[in-house]
């Protein structure tokens, strides 16, 4: 059996290249992952960057969109006051109108009184004492309405004596209205009239006095003899009614 023997040439210039080109192809892959992780950082920046761009005309389109609700809540609210306020302008002039409608009606009824006797008893008659509170604390306005029933309205002379009771320290107390009021000078008032009169003023209470009622006692001397007496409760209102109008 022969033997062969192989015989390899080891050059070293070869050896060099071969390095070489494995260096080289080193720095490609390196610098292929270095583009590769540029590339990828990019493209994230630019999805966030989108992202960011469609979160900004989300918040725009939210924005506009709470404006909006804002403003419509505010005009909303705005028609709603002016309902209210017109719905209580109206009522307020439903009431004013009620109750021109029932001053209108009283003295209707007022002037049916005297022009009517049969409807009630003929003749002198205190009709009302209505009262109101004055400026001043402790003293009020009022006005006494005495007037004739008749067929016939002759002139009416006589007298009117106007007492206010209550109670005083525990007591019950009266006092004529001349003691109270500086437009009633003497405890008789004169009466003279055809169909009725007012008499009109302010009186003020005494300390401690709480008044309960009212009485009031007309006598006429013309054109017949009458005598009556009257009581009513003391009872304030905001106003005093003219029945006169």
């Not at 080289?24 to 999805?47: H, I, K, P, S």
């Not at 009630?120 to 402790?138: N, Y």
């Not at 008032?189 to 008044?211: H, M, N, S, V």
Request: charged share 30%; hydrophobic share 35%.
């Amino acid at each position: 059996m022969t033997s062969r023997s192989v015989v390899i040439q080891d050059d070293p210039s070869s050896r060099r290249r071969r390095r070489l080109r494995f260096a080289l192809a080193a720095l490609g892959l390196f610098l292929a992952g270095v583009l590769l992780g540029g590339y990828g950082n990019l493209y994230l920046g630019l999805e966030s960057a989108w992202e960011n761009r469609d979160l900004r005309e989300q918040i725009v389109t939210q924005t506009r969109q709470l404006e909006t609700l804002r403003q419509w809540r505010s005009d909303a609210e705005t028609r709603r006051e002016i309902d209210r306020a017109a719905l209580e302008l109206v009522r307020k002039e439903l009431a004013e109108q009620q109750e021109a409608i029932a001053e209108l009606e009283k003295g209707v009824h007022f002037y049916r009184s005297l022009m009517a006797p049969e409807e009630q008893s003929e003749g002198l008659s205190v009709r009302s004492i209505d009262l109101k509170p004055a400026l001043d604390e402790g003293r009020y306005q009022f006005r006494i309405l005495v007037q004739q029933s008749s067929r016939k309205h002759n002139l009416l002379t006589g007298t009117l004596s106007v007492m206010v009771h209550g109670d005083e320290g525990g007591e019950e107390k009266a006092y004529n209205l001349s003691d109270l009021s500086e437009q009633v000078p003497e405890p008789q008032i004169r009466l003279r009239f055809k169909y009725f009169q007012a008499i009109d003023g302010e009186l003020a209470l005494p300390d401690g006095f709480t008044p309960r009622t009212v009485s009031a006692a007309a006598r006429s001397s013309k054109p017949r003899r009458v005598n009556i007496q009257k009581e009513f409760p003391w009872s304030v209102q905001e106003k005093i009614s003219d029945v006169r109008r």
